[in-house]
């Protein structure tokens, strides 16, 4: 047997990077080829959030679409092809549809309600060269779906009947609890330009708590420079070879999230990894998060500016509570989130189609 992965991003993105890449030592085990074939490389990659270089992005968009072209003619290669999430960002869904044609059986992974309209100021001009309802062809043209909650399932569920649910899951040996230092408490978000927006749900709570309390806000990811009055924030470009680092440097974890939809669609990952490596983390209350944190024992809840400023004070005030919430939630991961105790599904399901 033969793989071929079609995923949107190369190793920088996260969603592949956990949601496939993660799984290809358990399938070396099993004697399964694959070859992985991202769309936006590794220097599309890096300059894919600016909000310039535009013709920069539009030849490497030439060459990601040529790229997806000469896939499509090696067809032949595989027993199957394995699609996270789409081929190509923008228009109809031309690839999966040549690849059905070709009848090649098809599995189909998402982590996002990309079947939604997603208005994002990051994003939000290429939007318009988005086709959301070609999620629902890809669905029907797929011999199995692989979905990251019961939300998504509940989508993919009309148009398929082979539908399974595998969380986001993490490498616990490699995301793991480190030592803690007695240096300053950090209060740290670790994100995305596209997932900074969010912050802002807590900016006021963070300038409250910095007048009772002496703290760090660091922020990882976010594009830009955030600054909040009164609150000394730390702004640090996302690394790749600095992730498991990042999150390890981080006392209490952040996870604010509006209640919407599109949001309903998302996997709770984030608050995974700062459950991992035993930062207690303090979310808002929404979607798969709900499932994810019990609140008070690995984790807590918060959906309003007291609850945040309650929850968060409780956990600067009490080492010994931040403690035992972080080693509950790493409890959790180990149990349900570890990508160990979820690869063989996940091989399962491949092995079946």
């Known amino acids: 047997m033969k793989i071929l992965f079609i995923v949107p991003y190369s190793t920088e993105g996260a969603s592949n990077r956990f949601r496939v890449e993660q799984y290809l030592p358990y399938l070396d085990k099993e004697g399964i080829e694959y070859d992985i074939r991202p769309f936006v490389s590794s220097r599309f990659y890096k300059i894919l959030y600016s909000r310039r270089e535009h013709a920069k992005k539009i030849i490497y968009f030439i060459q990601a679409f040529l790229s997806r072209m000469f896939d499509i003619i090696r067809l032949c290669r595989y027993s199957l092809v394995f699609i996270h999430r789409e081929s190509c960002p923008f228009g109809p869904p031309i690839f ?31 939007r318009f060269f988005k086709f959301p309802s070609k999620t629902k062809r890809i669905i029907r043209m797929s011999k199995a ?29 490699k995301f793991n609890v480190p030592g803690k230092n007695n ?98 983390v303090v979310a808002s209350p929404v979607g798969m998060i709900k499932e994810i944190i019990q609140d008070g ?47 063989q599904e996940f091989i399962d399901i491949i092995k079946n189609v």
């Open 145 to 173: 779906v692989i979905v990251a909650n019961r939300f998504l399932k509940e989508y993919a569920d009309k148009f398929n009947k082979n539908v399974y649910v595998v969380p986001t899951c993490i490498d616990i040996e």
């Open 183 to 280: 240096g300053r408490l950090v209060i740290g978000w670790i994100g995305s330009p596209t997932t900074a927006p969010y912050l802002k749900i807590i900016f006021h709570v963070m300038q409250r708590l910095s007048w009772k309390y002496d703290f760090i806000f660091k922020i990882v990811g976010a594009g830009e420079e955030i600054s909040i009055k009164g609150v000394k924030v730390e702004n640090f470009a996302w690394q790749l070879s600095k992730e498991v680092e990042d999150f390890k440097s981080i006392d209490i974890g952040v996870y604010p999230v509006p209640d919407t939809l599109w949001v309903y669609g998302k996997a709770g990952f984030k608050a995974i990894q700062y459950m991992s490596v035993g930062a207690p």
């Open 96 to 126: 999966e549809w040549l690849i059905y044609k070709a009848k090649k059986p098809i599995i189909f992974d998402f982590d996002d309600a990309i079947f939604l309209e997603n208005f994002n100021p990051v994003n939000n001009f290429y």
């Open 297 to 343: 024992v690995n984790g807590f809840l918060a959906d309003s500016d007291e609850d945040w400023i309650k929850k968060l004070s409780r956990l600067i005030e009490d080492f010994q509570l931040r403690q035992r919430i972080g080693l509950n939630g790493r409890k959790s991961v180990e149990k349900k989130y570890s990508v160990s105790i979820n690869a």
